[in-house]
């Protein structure tokens, strides 16, 4: 039997060529010359050496182009046909490579090859995204985040195609078109771009009772955070994990970042799309380059199917979660992105994750969504790829031997070596691949069922779990749930779609009801919406659902931004940097222009942001550093005192120096300064204000806020 693997070893070496800085394959036919000359000489896309790439080919110096310039024209017609169409959901993206190192041997749970040996390193590549915005929006929408991570194994690609919120929307992929078309800018109008607070989206979901559980999501912090390296990642769907023996076990897979969760608050989300619409991909480039590679642990939430049935609702239901707290989160891995891309269109763009691209051990259930996901994926990217061979570049390719007999197709890089291209054959050795006793099996799941068009029973219950998810967080993560809705739906010019969401919100809570009711001016409580089955008043509370609830408590990989200006102190300026730098975090220094500031004892610090282009936004927490005199000269700017100001408003803490309170006055702060903001006086409280920046925000100061 011929194996792919003794088959290509048979063969020579394919000749590898470089083309821009990638090491290619030539495809099959192809030998390299010896390079005549160094690859710094510019050629066409035939290889043909150019002599002037500035100027067209003309009749005299003056006179008209002519047809003839074949460097012209295929330079023009390349460019001409630059673009691809961009993903019809989560077109804007960021993507890195790493690995996932397997902890354990997992052969009682999956035959899935990835899991059988400890510390064993699969490559991997991730992109996240948004989902509504176009490809040129930016990153700091209130939306869903996309998770999606391709796993190369050794038994083929591994795609989990999973979100940063452990529901979603819709139960049947059915309605995946109609609820797309909602959010996406309205058709007459074209606007607006990347956000759900118009007409269309809140009318859809006003009449789609089975969305109110990951609405509720996506208007927590959970739709705004600091950046993908804070942020959870979730399969959504219950899948299946199947043992050498054929033993199924349900899965939901999770990813939790080593960092820790952190989200920004709705004003700080707006402002920073100003001022850094790529502040979420910056921030993973910035991060990788600097070594500080992202980390996420996979962890599995595994039950069988009698312990399924003793849930309360479905696990095929997409629009439910599987609580930590019934089902704990078995860690079984670890992702790290460690390497950026060498070309972002090549890779990140060109990437095409499938929910088909599963491995042995690895099976899908009955989840309608997931079942329609399958047939999405595949499909769209032939139209955005542009052909059934988009497998064959690079960042698709398996990095395992591979070998079939499907052929040709447009740009097809690797069609079958020899004269047989099909199976059965008698060519015996030569015949090429066969299947295999190990190739992957479907669980033979036993179905006897008559065909039609409905809703399980057991999808109906669309509140209880909404309402699970409101009360498991804290305070303030509820005040941010209820001013996200009031403000989303104020954005709406009809008022009855306004009523329409309260009327769902009082099967939720009450007094959530209640609160955006009155931010909205609506007079008239409505009655609660119908409801296929009343909410669950009995589900306890999951702390595993709040952000605030498991906070990280460490400043590591955040950003302190610094405020400087000449004669600032440079003992606390030393300090403070060292401080942060200890606690794995970074320092960037803010001034009125970039370049050399002198500090009090004469040196010199280099400020890396004038400081209307790095307002505070940009940071975790911030240090104002201040002489009296630059303290004075700083109140006179209007980006200084938003930089001071919106810290203060954003929850943020702030250090500061006697002679920053001018600044602070100006902003009309210095009556209202609390425990979040530190006064530093020696290098002493410089470390305490460190310590507690390990809080993240200062969250008390918000309720005392208008
Ligand atoms: Fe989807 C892209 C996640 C439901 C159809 N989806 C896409 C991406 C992510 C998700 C992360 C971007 C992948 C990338 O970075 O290239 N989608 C989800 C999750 C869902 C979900 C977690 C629900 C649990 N999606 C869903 C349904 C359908 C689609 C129900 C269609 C019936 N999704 C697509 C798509 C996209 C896509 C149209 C657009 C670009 C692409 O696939 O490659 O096929």
Known sequence: MASATTKTAKKPKPAKATFHDETVEQPSGGETHQKASDDTIMTTQQGVPVSDDQNSLKAGSRGPTLMEDIVMREKIFHFDHERIP??????????????FETYENLSDITSADIFQRAGEKTPAFVRFSTVAGSKGSVDLARDVRGFAVKLYTKEGNWDIVGNNIPVFFIQDAMKFPDLIHSVKPEPDRGFPQAQSAHDNFWDFISLMPEAMHMLMWVMSDRAIPRSFRFMEGFGVHTFRLVNAKGKSTFVKFHWKPKLGMQSVVWNEAVKINGADPDFHRKDLWNAIEAGEYPEWELGLQLFDEDFAEKFDFDVLDATKLVPEELVPVRPVGRLVLDRVVDNFFAETEQVAFCTQNIVPGVDFTDDPLLQGRNFSYLDTQIKRLGGPNFTHIPINAPKCPFAHFQQDGHMAMHNPKGRVNYEPNSWGEDGGPRESDKGFKSYPEELDAPKQRVRSETFADHYSQARQF?????????????????????????????????????????????????????????????????????????????ILKNSPETFEGRKLGVLIAEDSPSILLNTLKSEIEAAGAEIILVSKRVGEIELDNGTTVTADFKVDGGPSVLFDAVAILLSEAGGKAMAQIPAARDFAGDAFAHSKFIAYTEGSTVLLRKIG??????????????????????????????????????
């Open 86 to 99: 961009e993903r019809v959901v989560h077109a804007r993206g960021y993507g890195a490579h790493g690995y």
């Open 470 to 546: 409101y009360i498991s967080q804290t305070e303030t993560e509820q005040g941010h749930i209820a001013d996200a809705i009031t403000f989303e739906l104020s954005m709406l010019e009809r008022e009855e779609i306004r009523v329409r969401i309260v009327s769902h919100l009082l099967n939720i809570d009450e007094g959530l009801a209640e609160t955006v009711a009155d931010g909205l001016g609506v007079r008239k409580m409505p009655k609660p919406a119908d409801a296929a089955r009343p909410t669950r008043q009995d589900l306890k509370p999951s702390p595993a659902l709040s």
């Open 669 to 706: 702060l210095s009556e209202e300064l609390d425990e979040g903001c530190v006064k530093l006086g020696d290098a002493s409280n410089a470390k305490d204000f460190v310590r507690i920046c390990a809080r993240l925000r200062h969250w008390a100061r918000e309720k005392k806020l208008p």
